[in-house]
């Protein structure tokens, strides 16, 4: 069984920074191009980030690039999400995502 589980949300001010983990299970993880989408309060679903199996490769939605970083480690089976600046527009649950399959998701709250 796929299992996703997003951890590191909370409450931060504008400007600030926060790390999201997502521990994963019940797949062969270093085979799978990860990613994470996020989900604002009344809005439709965004993606954010990707890497590739190896993790040489990322990519970033316009709206993130340059202050999100996203990292994985293949022998603990992690994916990561290095959010700095962050602003009020990054408000929103964060998924991690790999095929059809998402986890329950963090809340990340910028606010003053």
């Known amino acids: 069984e796929v299992q996703l589980v997003e951890s590191g949300g909370g409450m931060v001010q504008p400007g600030g920074s926060l790390r999201l983990s997502c521990a994963a299970s019940?797949?062969?993880?270093?085979?799978?191009?990860m990613s994470w989408v996020r989900q604002a309060p009344g809005k439709g679903p965004e993606w954010v980030s990707g890497?590739?199996?190896?993790?040489?490769?990322?990519y970033y939605a316009d709206s993130v690039k340059g202050r999100f970083t996203i990292s994985r480690d293949n022998a603990k089976n992690m994916v990561y999400l290095q959010m700095n600046s962050l602003n009020s527009e990054d408000t929103a649950f964060y998924y991690c995502?790999?095929?059809?399959?998402w986890g329950k998701g963090t809340l990340v709250t910028v606010s003053s």
């Open positions: 995502n790999v095929g059809g399959y």
């Open positions: 019940g797949f062969s993880f270093s085979s799978y191009h």
């Open positions: 890497i590739n199996t190896g993790g040489g490769s990322t």
